[in-house]
């Protein structure tokens, strides 16, 4: 069987044996470490992979073929070396020539700091940049280096001492950069926060002589012995078994059976193998990765199509990761990654089948996710309460804001809770939860309502308190990215997945339900660019809103413009330079009961921030945000508060993107690789229409033409 795709990625698993070295860095305690081993390809043509089994299911346990386009990767073929004895492989330090380093992304290890340096160096000197330290800071009382910032040497600006000197400014404020700490429980460097994009063209002749690559080459004669080998280009995926508490409202089984493999019914390989076929052939961007044990079989497989992976660079601020069909041994042990759209509909962002709730296992999750979206993290991430799971992020996401579901933890309380006034115990929970405006209120209330049903010595109860900043609203509103936290993205497949499920049935509804949220989207987008609402009030803000946002968050926003009316009371109450607080009445329910809100206005700024919390839990704007500012004379809302995840008018183009300012044109691979890519985009707007085909088959035809021209006329 052959299996032919132009750019794969080639992953083999292979078994090595424990060498006993009692210095090893990881004990002998059933340790895996996983190692990506980038070659150069040796032509610019399609790659055929040959599988040879006796039969398919035997050859997708044993070979793995994954269509990738991951930035300066496809001139690479990766090798997957599973080592179950818990050593870790020493890297190859031979130099393969002509080879290109990839990115740095969020996760690498390095056995030491100079080794870190150096790969980000080399990477620099390569792609035509020099690197300075920005920063680093050691061990209270000690001189140890715990962490530092490696940046671009064009970051910053000079100062105003440096400004006055004769000397040219070479500064362009670029963020490029890579943090890096110490891990104390494996003495290795990780990269913890990447930044690859410059704002500047890059320029190998004046990288040659910056200081950073100057010193390279007085030092070229060390070899390297990072963890993560730069001249054969290896990321380190490792497996760390680590033991939590017992506070988890779940607690899978993390016993590491190195023979635990995928269980398939009937027909379920062919229906994966199907559905990954399909996908490549239709999708030239899709992403599949597979984790199989020592003997070849198949422990888990991620996948993404590549408008998922685009859709991620809009949308990734906030995502949920839903566990239901693993947790509850459904048939297809699913794990998909979601969002939230403009309209405020779920999205999906990715799609594992896990063989078991490891921490291993969801650690080699993560960093697969993570890997195929080129190291960006989320602002926040959405988990039920499972420890592997959050070890895991934490691990491999350390600065992403972990939070909990919160419906599903308010469901959870009640169902394991036996109050005899249930009813009243959910009003209660709910008016100490939802309406709490300060931590203190909320410790407050909570104390009160353990006491008067009797829960307090409940050890459940306790323990999911003792989690309480990662669920609580009010601990949350003024974290950046905190919008959505659980209360409104329900999950991709919520309700369209049952138990006996087949996987041939899921792959149905997985492309069913894809094509209808297309076209959900499509629909959407249309009615929200026709939109002309009939204002229902006279405020300035409502005509704004309506051209600017989307038609089903403008619905939502709405709600709040109509509500300014019952802000009955904006009293300023205490002022500092330009900043000044302000108490907003609104009246309630009851009309003789009226509730206060503290809003603070920066008037310079036009910051507006209310103790409620609404701009970071929704992405827009409170009523009484509003009406401070319309106090103030303020007739439109700041753009700052117009989030552009939310905006109608922002073009949003599902192909995945790609920065050409890291390309060597010397470099026909990489050339190769730019111009195919860019084409695909292409390829992917214009299998829209008729129209759209017409349009890009022309401008191929045109482009062609061109080329051709530019070859005959003389060097």
Known sequence: ???????????RLMEEEASGNSEELLDDEGEEDFEIETNALTNEDNQILEVKSDNLENAIHQALIIRTDLENECEHVLDIYANNNGNIADAQTDHIEGKSYLPPVVGMEFESYEDAYNYYNCYAKELGFGIRVKSSWTKRNSKEKRGAV????CEGFKTTKEASTQRKETRTGCQAMIRLRLVESSNRWRLD???????????????????????TEAGAKRKLESAVDVEIQTI?????????????????NNNLDPMKRMKFGNGDILALYDYFRRSQ???????????????????????????????????????VVDTTCVSN?????LLSFSGLNHHGESLLLGCCLLVDETLETYIWLMRAWLTCLSGRAPQTIITDRCKFLQGAIYEVLPRSNHRLCLPHVMRSIQENLEVRESEMFRKVLDRTVYASMKVEEFETRWEEMVQRFAVKDHDWLRNLYEDREKWVPVYSKNTPGGIFTGEYINPFFHRYLHERMTWSEFFNVHELLLQKKIHKEALDDFESREFMPVLQTRCSYEPQASQLYSKGIFSKFLEEI?????????????????IVTYVVKERGADVAEAKNFEVVYDKVGAEVRCVCGCFNFRGYLCRHALSVLSCNGVEEIPSQYILTRWRKDVKRIYSHDFDSNGIDVSNPVQRYDHLYRRAMQVVAEGMGSREHHMVAWQAFKESLNKVRLAAEKPV
Request: proline share 3%.
């Open 150 to 153: 490696l940046c671009c040497n």
């Open 281 to 319: 052939l239709t999708d030239p961007n899709f992403f599949y990765i597979m984790d199989l044990s020592d003997e070849g079989y198949l422990r888990n497989v991620f996948w993404i199509d590549s408008r998922s992976r685009a859709a991620y660079s809009y949308f990734g601020d906030v995502v």
């Open 562 to 578: 109509v509500l300014m009316c019952n802000c009955f009371g904006v009293a300023q109450i205490h002022t500092n330079g330009t």
């Open 1 to 11: 069987m052959k299996l032919i795709s132009k750019i794969s990625i080639h992953i």
């Open 236 to 252: 380190k995926l490792f497996r760390t078994p680590v033991s939590y508490g017992s506070s988890s409202e779940r607690e899978p």
């Open 329 to 333: 041994k459904y048939d297809v042990p």
């Open 193 to 215: 926060e990447v930044k690859i994009e410059h704002n500047h063209l890059f320029d190998h002749e004046k990288a040659q002589n910056s200081r950073s690559h100057k010193k």
